[in-house]
């Protein structure tokens, strides 16, 4: 993730003109207006490319909010969706020339931001950091973990409840009938590097990748991940934080469209198999004052700047909260689990996998340091996971939060008396979102994030996924207690 001018794709600045003229050039037909839903789901509408005119970059164009998930209620549910130039890029996946342009959201009365448009919040607190001094630019790098299965079926209703997904790798398929079973199936927790056959989705990701970058995506690495059964990482190159956010949804977006072309399923789903790997979404982040990077210092822990280390003290300190939107789902907390890989114990330490923050240290290069934040996954909505982790750092700067001593040692393995000692993330979503509630001020600050945002998340995620959990009975649970 080390930063030089040359490396970083600066983004143009795109008009309306250009566009339009890119759209002649490369013979595009349909002009696909996509926007985030509040959790984090792509949203779009096409439009024939005949209707793309400057003016629908000035003027926007409407569309239903109360259909979208967290936006409006039916009485104003009127919206504005103007499409940013800079994000145009041709749709790899289409057989019909498609052009993408991602598009902000406003309110059609006042003509302003939405205040729950996630793009906004993104841009917000990008503005917030400048606004301080501290720096001029954060860098984000995360590592979307994902599945590729064969086949998945589910279903809950008022007299059964189940799911079964299935894969030609998974490693509960070296006795079954194939006819032939060529075996080479990685073993549970096995699936970390190796080569093919073993890794059988080898050639997918390369021909994934192919369709990432001529959509601009900028690929640093792909690999099996540790779990059995297709579980795929892919690295896109570190970029700002809307940017980022902006590429983040175009990759899942890729991911999901390929596999399925494919007649497999991909999902970024945190904890989809129980006794293996779940998929993480680690966040690289640092802050930078135009070319010099703030974290770097030759002298300190890990060569890590004071800022650095109150920036790890803000993301330690706030972590039960802002694990409400960067470990946003019920399942995100069947991967954050004590005694297992998941890092879910609040320390920071160089190297080591186990604590909530590592410093990589696979460089001395000043441009490369950076710190990896380790619990969020990728069911988060990337432009307020990216915003809270950075509000929250931020905040770690503004007050001198210090972090404490670091962890240089396999937590895991800690004596049962000092591991009692080790803050731990939140057991379940819903401390999560009462940690939210009790701790967000850091959030409002500059006008980021919105009361009204923090409550309609807290109030549909308690309302549309925890009780919808906690109201149905577990097929787990007829194991236990059928015989009560």
Not at 282 to 303: C, I, M, R
Request: hydrophobic letters at 35%; aromatic letters at 12%; one cysteine or more.
């Amino acid at each position: 993730m080390a930063v030089t001018r040359d490396r970083i794709r600066e983004r143009q600045a795109a008009t309306p003109e250009a566009v339009i003229e890119l759209c002649e050039e490369r013979g595009i037909e349909i002009v696909d207006l996509r926007f985030t839903d509040l959790l984090g789901g792509w949203q779009h509408f096409s439009i024939p490319v005949e209707e793309l005119s400057k003016d629908l970059f000035r003027e926007g164009i409407g569309f239903d909010g109360s259909s979208i998930r967290g936006f409006q209620e039916i009485h104003e549910s009127d919206m504005v969706l103007i499409p940013d130039p800079r994000t145009a890029r041709v749709d790899p996946m289409c057989k019909t020339p498609t052009l993408v342009l991602i598009c902000d959201v406003y309110d059609p009365v006042t003509r302003e931001r939405y205040s729950r448009d996630p793009r906004a919040v993104a841009q917000k607190a990008e503005g917030f950091l400048l606004s301080t001094g501290i720096a001029t630019t954060s860098y984000w790098g995360p590592e979307a973990e994902f599945f590729v299965f064969d086949d998945v079926r589910f279903d809950q209703n008022v007299h059964s409840g189940y799911y079964f997904v299935d894969s030609a790798e998974g490693a509960w398929n070296t006795g079954r009938e194939e006819r032939p079973n060529l075996g080479y199936k990685p073993r549970y927790k096995e699936g970390y590097f190796p080569v093919p056959p073993t890794d059988s989705l080898q050639e997918f990701r390369s021909q994934l990748i192919r369709k990432m970058r001529q959509a601009g995506l900028e690929v640093e690495v792909h690999h099996h991940e540790v779990a059995t059964a297709g579980q795929c990482e892919i690295d896109l190159r570190f970029n700002t934080l809307t940017e980022m956010g902006d590429r983040l949804q175009f990759y899942k977006y890729l991911v999901r469209t390929f596999a399925r072309e494919h007649l497999k399923t991909a999902t970024f789903m945190p904890k989809p198999l129980f006794g293996d790997n779940g998929s993480g979404m680690h966040t690289h982040q640092s802050l930078w004052k135009e070319d010099v990077n703030l974290f770097f210092d030759p002298k300190g822990y890990a060569q890590l700047s004071e800022i650095a280390m109150y920036y790890i003290g803000g993301l330690l300190a706030h972590s039960p909260a802002l694990l409400a939107f960067c470990a946003p789902t019920t399942n995100s907390y069947r991967r954050l689990v004590p005694g297992y890989e998941a890092p879910v114990n609040l320390v920071y330490s160089q190297r080591n996998r186990s604590a909530a923050i590592r410093i990589p240290v696979y460089s001395t290069n000043p441009k490369a340091k950076r710190i990896e934040y380790r619990p969020p996954d990728p069911s988060a909505n990337p432009y307020l996971a990216f915003a809270a982790m950075l509000m929250a750092g931020i905040d770690g700067i503004l007050r001198k939060i210090d972090p404490g001593p670091p962890m240089d040692v396999d937590l895991y393995e800690l004596p049962p008396q000092e591991a009692k000692k080790i803050r731990q993330v939140p057991g379940s979503l819903e401390e999560s979102l009462r940690a939210l509630e009790e701790d967000h001020a850091f959030l409002l600050r500059g006008g980021v994030f919105t009361e009204d945002l923090i409550e309609t998340w807290i109030a549909y995620k308690r309302r549309k996924e925890i009780d919808y959990i906690r109201l149905r009975p577990h097929p787990s649970e007829f194991y236990l207690y059928y015989d009560a």
